[in-house]
Every structure is written in structure tokens, then in C-alpha cells.
């Protein structure tokens, strides 16, 4: 059994991306990497408390590496920007990857340099790589939001 932590963005869309994974056995959308605790939404949407929108990924990693994480997690948002997805602006949506083993730090570490030889985005990855903190979850509103409202967000990774 493994834990991982991404930010990119808007956490709905993350989440729901990641929800249809096999090897993905639970998610929970929530904040990391700020300094306030217990924040709420409307506290990290004030781009006060350094949180970022996140989300927590329970997986099964006889069935699902961390690699295919990072790989799946690359595909549903932009690496490049900058403290921002598409329309979000805010430090709440800045892309990282919270790691909690060297073995995932290391992994992460090689994926970006990878991503960043390969030439497949038009400027460098601006993707984070930061020990885990305190995980907080977000309101029950949030929790698998797209499949309350029935709608899908982004592009179909399958």
C-alpha cells in the first residue's frame, strides 16, 4: 500500500482524474504546504496560507507504480505554469509533488529531469518537489465533486 500527494490546479479535476485509475484505491482532496492550521477553502482561495489545493492518493502499488502516478498526474495539468492552471491564478494552484520517502523524492526528481530532456513541453517543468506535510482535508462538499455533479473534467486519460 502506498500514499501520494500532488498539487495542479484545481483539485476537483486532479481528483477526478485519478478516480478511474486501477491501483488507485481511495482519493481525498485537501490542502498541504502552507503554514496556517485547519485552513478552509476561503482561506487558501485568499492566497494567504501557502496551501495548496491537493490531493491525498491511497494506491495499491502491487498494482500501479509511483512512476505511473507521476505519468497520469503530468497528463492532468500543465507543469509549466507557474502558480496558476488555465484560468486559476493563486499559489493554491501551483503544481507539486509532496513526497514522503527518499524513494519517491528520487523518483520524482528523475521524472522532471526526464520531462525536461525529453522536449515535450515548450518551457521547464515549474513542478515542485517538496517533503510531505500535515495533509488537511478540504470540505465534504469538495470530496469527489465531479461524480456528485456528473460531469468530467479535462481530457480522458484511458
Known amino acids: ?51 495548496a489545493e491537493t490531493i491525498a492518493l491511497e494506491y495499491d502499488d502491487t498494482a500501479i507504480t509511483y512512476r505511473k502516478l507521476l505519468e497520469i498526474f503530468f497528463s492532468l495539468h500543465n507543469p509549466t505554469e507557474v502558480n496558476r492552471q488555465g484560468p486559476d491564478v493563486g499559489s493554491q494552484y501551483r503544481s507539486v509533488i509532496f513526497y514522503t520517502s527518499p524513494e519517491q523524492k528520487e523518483e520524482a526528481e528523475m521524472f522532471i529531469a526526464e520531462m525536461n530532456q525529453s522536449g515535450r513541453y515548450h518551457a521547464a517543468i515549474a513542478t515542485e518537489v517538496v517533503p510531505a506535510e500535515t495533509f488537511w482535508p478540504a470540505e465534504e462538499y469538495h470530496q469527489s465533486y465531479f461524480l456528485k455533479i456528473g460531469q ?3 481530457r480522458s486519460l484511458f
Open 152 to 154: 468530467r473534467y479535462g
Open 1 to 51: 500500500m502506498g500514499i501520494a500527494f500532488f498539487a495542479g490546479g484545481c483539485f476537483w479535476g486532479i481528483e477526478a482524474g485519478f478516480q478511474k485509475v486501477p491501483g488507485v484505491i481511495n482519493t481525498k482532496v485537501g490542502y498541504m504546504g502552507g503554514h496556517t492550521i485547519e485552513p478552509t477553502y476561503q482561506e487558501v482561495c485568499s492566497d494567504t496560507t501557502g496551501h
